[in-house]
């Protein structure tokens, strides 16, 4: 079935930026909507962009609207989320999801879900 695979996070300072990737196989990439969700400490999960089978539609949440571009390879089953100007408040664990045939920006339509990848932002 599917698997989701991220890369990318680390530990860096405010200001700088990351690029995370979700490696994506099992199935057909292009039958997925994706997302990238996060979870900090005593937090709940959050939505964090959203982006549809075939890039046309994109969703942003308003705390990282301007900042985050997500953005996705159906040729090479890849999925991408660019972070810019990080602040310590985007720290968290990232992970990637895949929503058959739907494009949400809701947690509870995605079936599929990544490890996660660690961004820690601290000076």
């Known amino acids: 079935q599917v698997q989701l695979v991220e890369s990318g996070g680390g530990l860096v300072q405010p200001g700088d930026s990351l690029k995370l990737t979700c490696a994506f196989s099992?199935?057909?990439?292009?039958?997925?909507?994706m997302g990238w969700f996060r979870q900090a400490p005593g937090k709940e999960r959050e939505v964090v962009a959203a982006?549809?089978?075939?890039?046309?539609?994109?969703y942003y949440a308003a705390s990282v609207k301007g900042r985050f571009t997500i953005a996705r390879d159906n040729t090479k089953n890849t999925l991408y989320l660019q972070i810019n100007s990080l602040k310590p408040e985007d720290t968290a664990v990232y992970y990637c999801?895949?929503?058959?045939?739907?494009?949400?920006?809701?947690?509870?339509?995605?079936?599929?879900w990544g490890q996660g990848t660690q961004v820690t932002v601290s000076s």
């Open positions: 999801a895949a929503a058959l045939g739907r494009y949400s920006s809701d947690a509870s339509d995605y079936g599929y």
């Open positions: 099992g199935r057909t990439f292009s039958n997925y909507g």
């Open positions: 982006i549809n089978w075939n890039g046309i539609y994109t």
